[in-house]
């Protein structure tokens, strides 16, 4: 992991994502990552669309800040996400999707599935995240059609 990386990382589940949440904070902290944890706190039910609110309006106004929500499949909070103009969060179940995630599609937001990946797994995938960055070129004129 590159812990010279500045961007600030904030992070969002439900209750199916809180565990791979708390362990990947601990992770993330132990990198000289700054992180910002919105809840859960605990894995007592909560519903996701409110977690996903609340990470992409942290997104929308803090621009140097990257996300990481996680619910157990990562599909609703994904929805949740990607209802908010400016927000593109990406579900990413591998290094490779989480690599063209960043470099075509801009992605802001990283959704892990919290039911169906390793902490092994899911620390590939984020380092890779963090790593990437945004060509640009043509993907610039579709990410713009996103809104």
Known sequence: MQSQIKKTLVLASDHAGYDLKDKLKSYLEHNNFNIIDLGPFND???????????????????KNSIGLAI?????????????????????????EVAKLSRNHNDANVLVLAGRFITLKKSSKIIDVFLKESFEGGRHKRRVDKLG
């Open 44 to 62: 007592k039910s909560v519903d996701y669309p409110d977690y996903g609110n609340s990470l992409g309006k942290f997104i929308l106004n803090n």
């Open 71 to 95: 619910c157990g499949s990562g599909i609703g909070i994904s929805i949740a996400l990607n209802r908010i103009a400016g927000i593109r969060a990406a579900l990413c179940n591998n290094e």
